[in-house]
Nanobody, 125 residues
Framework: QVQLVESGGGLVQAGGSLRLSCAAS????????MGWFRQAPGKEREFVAA???????SYLDSVKGRFTISRDNAKNTVYLQMNSLKPEDTAVYYC???????????????????WGRGTQVTVSS
């Protein structure tokens, strides 16, 4: 089992920044692919970014150049630095972990194994 706990959400004005953190605990969590998803009211959960243990990354097109995912394997923590935030970034952000390796990092939520409870990010206009 892997436990994931997110932190760092909040209210920010458009153009501002936030840094989300996800602390992972449990067996072999440091070897897992880690990711961030988000879900706005009335919408499906959406892939935002992911990072393999090797450091290779994948991003949703609309956040490229604004968001950066990183991880500290020694601390079993993954981060999401969000800059130039827009009102459409408002959502609950979830940390996710995937135990199996794949050539392409999956963007479907069903393909991920473990989830945190989420942290609210609200961007005001």
């Amino acid at each position: 089992q892997v436990q994931l706990v997110e932190s760092g959400g909040g209210l920010v004005q458009a153009g501002g920044s936030l840094r989300l953190s996800c602390a992972a605990s449990g067996r072999t969590s440091s070897s897992y692919t880690m990711g961030w998803f988000r879900q706005a009211p009335g919408k499906e959960r959406e892939f935002v970014a992911a990072i393999r243990r090797s450091g290779s990354t994948s991003y949703l097109d609309s956040v490229k150049g604004r968001f950066t995912i990183s991880r500290d394997n020694a601390k079993n923590t993954v981060y999401l630095q969000m800059n130039s935030l827009k009102p459409e970034d408002t959502a609950v952000y979830y940390c996710a972990a995937r135990s199996s390796a794949s050539i392409v990092i999956p963007s479907r939520a069903d393909d991920w194994d473990y989830w945190g409870r989420g942290t609210q990010v609200t961007v005001s206009s």
